[in-house]
């Protein structure tokens, strides 16, 4: 891993300030979008959500998860039929088969538990660092950023990384960003992502992260 370079007393504070405006704005509650009844749901529910929105995974597997009520009758689905049923969420074909896949392998390897080790976690099929910090981060509530693009694209703003890579993204953002902050993060940014800094129209005028965004700060510069 990239060893990160040791932060200024002024970034660390500008860090800081980050961290009280999105605890002040956001609150410090834990919240989850994607609706499930425990961890396997969720893990389904993370792999549906891939270039898709929230709402449309919970429309969806509302009526999933009565037709499909345990990984049993997940891992014995037709793949045919149940492309048809998540065909809205797109990509339809791989999320169908890696369901598949990794409901057998859960019943299989790890006697129908959701594991919370992110290397057993990515080891199933359709299952990457994303979702597999989704999992951990809610169901097992180990501190865990979730990189997504709202994550990613945000950061930036921010600059709190220059990073492109989702993986580097995590690693250095749980470097600069202390650990119990790291769940609220994501819920924080992911809320402001579709609020406020929305990619394209950001509402810097309203934004309260505005005073310590190098990017809003530039688009004010570019107004005057």
Same mark, same amino acid.
């Given at each position: 891993?990239?060893?990160?370079?040791?932060? $200024?007393?002024?970034?660390?504070?500008?860090?800081?300030?980050?961290?009280?405006?999105?605890?002040?704005?956001?609150?410090?509650?834990?919240?989850?979008?994607?609706?499930?009844?425990?961890?396997?749901?969720?893990?389904?529910?993370?792999?549906?959500?891939?270039?898709?929105?929230?709402?449309?995974?919970?429309?969806?597997?509302?009526?999933?998860?009565?037709?499909?009520?345990?990984?049993?009758?997940?891992?014995?689905?037709?793949?045919?039929?149940?492309?048809?049923?998540?065909? $809205?969420?797109?990509?339809?074909?791989?999320?169908?088969?890696?369901?598949?896949?990794?409901?057998?392998?859960?019943?299989?390897?790890?006697?129908?538990?959701?594991?919370?080790?992110?290397?057993?976690?990515?080891?199933?099929?359709?299952?990457?660092?994303?979702?597999?910090?989704?999992?951990?981060?809610?169901?097992?509530?180990?501190?865990?950023?979730?990189?997504?693009?709202?994550?990613?694209?945000?950061?930036?703003?921010?600059?709190?990384?220059?990073?492109?890579?989702?993986?580097?993204?995590?690693?250095?953002?749980?470097?600069?960003?202390?650990?119990?902050?790291?769940?609220?993060?994501?819920?924080?940014?992911?809320?402001?992502?579709?609020?406020?800094?929305?990619?394209?129209?950001?509402?810097?005028?309203?934004?309260?992260?505005?005073?310590?965004?190098?990017?809003?700060?530039?688009?004010?510069?570019?107004?005057?």
């Amino acid at each position: 891993m990239e060893k990160q370079k040791r932060m $200024s007393k002024k970034e660390k504070e500008r860090i800081d300030r980050i961290v009280e405006i999105l605890n002040d704005t956001y609150t410090t509650e834990y919240k989850c979008y994607l609706n499930h009844d425990n961890a396997w749901q969720l893990l389904i529910a993370t792999m549906l959500s891939a270039q898709c929105t929230d709402e449309r995974v919970n429309i969806v597997t509302k009526d999933l998860f009565v037709k499909y009520p345990s990984l049993e009758a997940f891992a014995a689905a037709d793949v045919k039929e149940l492309e048809k049923d998540i065909y $809205s969420t797109g990509f339809y074909k791989n999320k169908a088969k890696n369901i598949i896949g990794c409901a057998k392998k859960l019943i299989t390897m790890y006697g129908g538990e959701v594991p919370n080790d992110i290397d057993a976690l990515t080891s199933l099929d359709g299952v990457g660092r994303k979702t597999a910090n989704v999992i951990r981060g809610n169901i097992y509530h180990e501190p865990s950023i979730v990189v997504d693009t709202h994550v990613k694209r945000i950061s930036k703003l921010l600059g709190l990384t220059t990073q492109d890579d989702p993986v580097k993204i995590e690693l250095e953002l749980m470097d600069k960003l202390p650990r119990q902050q790291w769940i609220l993060y994501n819920i924080q940014i992911i809320t402001h992502g579709r609020n406020v800094c929305i990619a394209r129209r950001p509402k810097c005028n309203e934004c309260t992260l505005a005073q310590v965004c190098p990017s809003a700060k530039i688009e004010k510069e570019n107004k005057k």
